[in-house]
C-alpha cells in the first residue's frame, strides 16, 4: 500500500478525520486525486471511453504504466468516506471471469472515483452496436460466447454472492469485452453507493428504458428478475445486431422484445437474426432466442433464474414452448405494457412456479422449462 506510484494516501487529508486505510482491505488500491487527475491527462475529453448512469470513464495511464479506467461518481452518490470504502470492500471482494475488476477507488474531500482494470475493446455496445469504425465483426460462435460469459457473471452475482447483488443496469455498454473477447460485466454493486431514488430515476434517465422489466420501470419492483428480463433484451440484441433502446421495428414500430416475439408466432424468427452472420447452426440461434422469450416473458415469477439461463444455453435442450407468454413491455410515453400473464395465474404457472420460485439450486432439467435434453452422442 505504500507504493508512490499509484498515488496512494500516505497521510490523512487535512480536516478528515477518518483514516481510509483503516477502513478498506489490503485488495483496494487508495488513490489520491492528483493522481488519477494526472493517469487521465486532466480527465481530458479524448480519454473518455464511456458513461452511463452513475457517471463518465476515461482511460487512465498509471505512472507504472498500467492503463486504468477511471470513473468519478456523479454528484448524486452522497455517502460520506466511511460508508463509502465500506461498500468499496464488499465490491473489492466480489471476483469472477466474467466480472470486471475493481482496482481502487479515490475518496479524498468530496470526490468518490472508482478504478477499473482496463479492457482493450471497450464494450459490447461499441463493439457490436457502435459506429462501423468502431465495431468488431463478432462470428456466431463468439455471439454465442459473449451471452453465456453474461448469464455466468450475472448468475454468479445473484446465487454465489452473499448478500446476492441486483445490478440493475444490464445492458450492452455495461458488457465490456477482453482482448480475447470475454465478457465482463461492469457497474455490479455501484448502485449501492446511491439512494435507491437517484438509481432508479438515472437509470431511466439513462435511456436505458429498452432493457428495463416492466414491474421495475414502472413500480420500482426490483429483485434478480428484472435482471433476467434486461439480460433477455441483451441476448436479442447480441442476435438481431439492433440496439433495443433506440430502434423501432415492422410497421407497427414496435421495440425489439415485441418484434421477437411476432416473429415466433408467425414462424418467421430467423428474420431477427444480423444479416452480418452469414454461418450459423440455426436450432442453437433459435434456442437462444427463444431463452431471451422466457427471459423476458411479463410476469417476473415465469421468468427463469440466471442459473437456470445458463443451462438452457449451455445444454442441448428442447425447450417447452407452451409455457412461454407474451413478454412484458414498457413504453413511458404511452405507458403502454403487455399484460397477457401480468397477474394471472394459470396451470403453467403453477407448474413453473413449483420448479423455479424458492428454487434457486433446482438444475434446468428438472425444471418444466425443458421438455428433454438432447444428450450429445
Same mark, same amino acid.
Not at 440496439?243 to 418467421?268: I, P, Q
Not at 410476469?299 to 435442450?317: I, Y
Given at each position: 500500500?505504500?507504493?508512490?506510484?499509484?498515488?496512494?494516501?500516505?497521510? /490523512?487529508?487535512?480536516?478528515?478525520?477518518?483514516?481510509?486505510?483503516?477502513i478498506?482491505?489490503?485488495?483496494?488500491?487508495?488513490?489520491?486525486?492528483?493522481?488519477?487527475?494526472?493517469a487521465?491527462g486532466?480527465?481530458?475529453?479524448?480519454n473518455?471511453?464511456?458513461?452511463?448512469?452513475?457517471?463518465?470513464v476515461?482511460?487512465?495511464? +498509471?505512472?507504472?504504466?498500467?492503463?486504468?479506467?477511471?470513473?468519478?461518481l456523479?454528484?448524486?452518490?452522497? =455517502?460520506?468516506?466511511?460508508? $463509502?470504502?465500506?461498500?468499496i470492500?464488499?465490491?473489492s471482494?466480489?471476483?469472477?471471469?466474467? +466480472?470486471v475488476?475493481?482496482?481502487g477507488?479515490?475518496?479524498?474531500?468530496?470526490?468518490?472515483i472508482?478504478v477499473?482494470?482496463?479492457?482493450?475493446?471497450?464494450?459490447?455496445?461499441?463493439a *457490436?452496436?457502435?459506429?462501423?469504425?468502431?465495431?468488431?465483426? /463478432?462470428d456466431?460462435?463468439?455471439r454465442?460466447?459473449i451471452c453465456?460469459?453474461t448469464?455466468?457473471?450475472?448468475?454468479?452475482?445473484?446465487?454465489e454472492v452473499?448478500?446476492?447483488?441486483v445490478?440493475?443496469?444490464?445492458?450492452?455498454?455495461?458488457?465490456?469485452l477482453?482482448?480475447?473477447l470475454?465478457p465482463?460485466?461492469?457497474?455490479?454493486?455501484?448502485?449501492?453507493l446511491?439512494p435507491?431514488?437517484?438509481?432508479?430515476?438515472s437509470?431511466r434517465?439513462?435511456g436505458t428504458?429498452g432493457?428495463?422489466?416492466p414491474?421495475?420501470?414502472?413500480f420500482?419492483?426490483?429483485?434478480?428478475?428484472?435482471?433476467?428480463?434486461?439480460?433477455?433484451?441483451l441476448?436479442?440484441?447480441?442476435?438481431?445486431?439492433?440496439?433495443?433502446?433506440?430502434?423501432?421495428?415492422?410497421?407497427?414500430?414496435l421495440?425489439?422484445v415485441?418484434?421477437?416475439?411476432? /416473429?415466433k408466432?408467425?414462424g418467421?424468427?430467423l428474420?431477427?437474426?444480423?444479416?452480418?452472420?452469414?454461418?450459423y447452426?440455426? @436450432?442453437?440461434?433459435?434456442? $437462444?432466442i427463444k431463452?431471451a422469450?422466457?427471459?423476458? =416473458?411479463?410476469?417476473?415469477?415465469?421468468r427463469?433464474d440466471?442459473k =437456470?439461463?445458463?443451462?438452457? *444455453?449451455?445444454?442441448?435442450?428442447?425447450?417447452n414452448?407452451?409455457?412461454?407468454?407474451?413478454?412484458?413491455? @414498457?413504453?413511458?410515453?404511452?405507458s403502454? =405494457?403487455?399484460?397477457?400473464?401480468?397477474?394471472?395465474t394459470?396451470?403453467?404457472?403453477?407448474?413453473?412456479?413449483?420448479?423455479?420460485?424458492?428454487?434457486?439450486?433446482?438444475?434446468?432439467?428438472?425444471?418444466?422449462?425443458?421438455?428433454?435434453?438432447? +444428450?450429445?452422442?
Amino acid at each position: 500500500m505504500g507504493c508512490s506510484c499509484f498515488g496512494v494516501f500516505g497521510r /490523512l487529508q487535512e480536516g478528515n478525520d477518518i483514516d481510509p486505510q483503516g477502513i478498506v482491505n489490503n485488495r483496494v488500491r487508495l488513490f489520491t486525486y492528483n493522481a488519477l487527475r494526472s493517469a487521465t491527462g486532466h480527465f481530458h475529453p479524448p480519454n473518455k471511453i464511456g458513461g452511463g448512469s452513475f457517471g463518465v470513464v476515461y482511460k487512465g495511464v +498509471l505512472r507504472d504504466g498500467t492503463r486504468v479506467a477511471v470513473k468519478p461518481l456523479s454528484t448524486e452518490s452522497k =455517502q460520506g468516506t466511511k460508508e $463509502f470504502l465500506t461498500e468499496i470492500n464488499i465490491i473489492s471482494d466480489i471476483k469472477h471471469q466474467n +466480472l470486471v475488476e475493481l482496482i481502487g477507488c479515490c475518496a479524498e474531500g468530496n470526490h468518490r472515483i472508482l478504478v477499473y482494470e482496463y479492457l482493450e475493446n471497450n464494450s459490447l455496445a461499441s463493439a *457490436l452496436l457502435g459506429s462501423k469504425s468502431k465495431q468488431i465483426n /463478432l462470428d456466431w460462435s463468439q455471439r454465442a460466447a459473449i451471452c453465456k460469459g453474461t448469464a455466468t457473471g450475472l448468475a454468479f452475482l445473484h446465487e454465489e454472492v452473499e448478500p446476492s447483488v441486483v445490478h440493475r443496469d444490464v445492458k450492452a455498454s455495461n458488457i465490456l469485452l477482453d482482448d480475447n473477447l470475454l465478457p465482463k460485466i461492469s457497474d455490479f454493486g455501484i448502485a449501492k453507493l446511491f439512494p435507491d431514488n437517484v438509481t432508479h430515476l438515472s437509470t431511466r434517465v439513462a435511456g436505458t428504458v429498452g432493457y428495463l422489466a416492466p414491474e421495475y420501470a414502472m413500480f420500482g419492483q426490483l429483485t434478480k428478475k428484472a435482471d433476467v428480463y434486461s439480460f433477455g433484451v441483451l441476448v436479442l440484441e447480441i442476435i438481431s445486431g439492433r440496439n433495443s433502446a433506440n430502434a423501432a421495428f415492422g410497421e407497427e414500430m414496435l421495440v425489439l422484445v415485441e418484434w421477437a416475439w411476432n /416473429l415466433k408466432e408467425e414462424g418467421r424468427l430467423l428474420e431477427i437474426v444480423d444479416p452480418e452472420l452469414t454461418e450459423y447452426p440455426e @436450432h442453437v440461434i433459435q434456442r $437462444f432466442i427463444k431463452v431471451a422469450l422466457f427471459c423476458t =416473458q411479463s410476469a417476473s415469477h415465469q421468468r427463469p433464474d440466471m442459473k =437456470q439461463v445458463v443451462e438452457m *444455453l449451455t445444454k442441448e435442450v428442447t425447450l417447452n414452448e407452451d409455457l412461454l407468454t407474451k413478454p412484458g413491455v @414498457h413504453k413511458p410515453h404511452t405507458s403502454r =405494457q403487455s399484460t397477457s400473464g401480468s397477474s394471472q395465474t394459470s396451470s403453467s404457472v403453477g407448474n413453473i412456479g413449483k420448479t423455479t420460485v424458492n428454487a434457486s439450486r433446482s438444475t434446468i432439467i428438472d425444471s418444466s422449462f425443458v421438455e428433454t435434453e438432447v +444428450l450429445p452422442r
